[in-house]
């Protein structure tokens, strides 16, 4: 599989499903513009966990269950730890993300930072895992 590259800095490779079985239907426009933009302000590489999943994947790793965040092409888990995480934090806050959930716990290996453009009133903007 040839990888497409979609913005500068994110391919296809990265950003689709991890189940390996379904039809990637590419991230949300305006979602990817915004990360790009975070992205080129923070000025380094980062490493995508998770991006889009189809709502049966979604369903497996996730309590969100089958209409999860991710399931809407609009969110993004980062890895990222310590003042990586605060960086990218602060430029996520500035730059219009709705949601962000910061999970820094644990190994290093494994903390990320997830940021989404959903809205809602009754979601929370700012959470810990």
């Known amino acids: 599989m040839s990888i ?3 913005t500068e800095h994110f391919s296809q490779a990265e950003l689709q499903c991890k ?3 379904c039809d990637y239907p590419g991230m949300d ?3 990817m513009e915004k990360l790009e933009i975070l992205r080129t302000a923070y000025g380094r590489a980062m ?3 998770s991006a889009y999943r189809c709502p049966t994947y979604n369903d497996k790793v996730s309590g969100t269950g089958r209409a999860g965040p991710h399931t809407t ?3 993004i888990d980062i890895r990222c730890s310590a003042h990586d995480s605060h960086a990218i934090l602060k430029l996520a806050l500035a730059g219009g993300f709705s949601g962000i959930g910061v999970s820094q716990k644990g190994n290093h290996g494994a903390r990320f930072l997830h940021l ?3 809205s809602g009133s009754n979601r929370p903007w700012v959470w810990s895992y």
């Open 116 to 118: 989404d453009t959903l």
């Open 19 to 21: 189940c390996g079985a």
């Open 73 to 75: 092409r609009r969110a």
């Open 47 to 49: 490493s995508v966990s």
């Open 29 to 31: 426009g305006d979602f």
């Open 4 to 6: 497409v590259y979609l």
